[in-house]
């Protein structure tokens, strides 16, 4: 017999108890401010028709910071000129890809193991997540 059985990760939300810790474990206390700022502007950037701001949720996994995302059920039409992708996703995986770019973008400015670390965590996680060819398209 073969066992079919597929494994779905999901990152949890942080308590709101615990969201004051979440930022400097994901960025850094150096770079937390501008790290969730450089995610909401890559937001816009990513879907300047569906976004114009509100609130976010922050994502865990195994206890780790791992991305945040429009606390929405609207699903957000993706472009990303660079690459010309173009997509509409749920909000949770525009979340994934608006951390992924800024991640990246701010690795380039700041050397910083938070964001090293916190990339390799968040890419691998995109990996499994049902959008996930989706999110690679857009971050290629």
Not at 52 to 81: H, V
Not at 83 to 110: D, P
Request: aromatic residues 12%; charged residues 20%; negative net charge.
């Amino acid at each position: 017999m073969t066992d079919t059985t597929i494994t779905v990760l999901r990152a949890t939300p942080v308590p709101e108890e615990q969201r004051m810790a979440f930022l400097p474990a994901l960025f850094g206390q150096r770079l937390m401010l501008i790290g969730e700022r450089t995610v909401f502007d890559f937001m816009g950037w990513l879907s300047p028709n569906d976004y114009g701001g509100g609130l976010w949720t922050f994502f865990e996994f195994e206890g780790k910071p791992l991305f945040l995302a429009p606390d929405t059920d609207t699903r957000f039409q993706i472009s990303c000129d660079g690459n010309g992708y173009r997509g509409v996703l749920s909000a949770e995986a525009a979340g994934i890809i608006a951390t992924l770019f800024a991640m990246s973008h701010l690795s380039l400015r700041h050397e910083s193991e938070h964001l090293s670390d916190g990339y390799a965590r968040l890419y691998a996680y995109a990996g499994a997540h049902p959008e996930a060819g989706e999110i690679f398209q857009a971050i290629d």
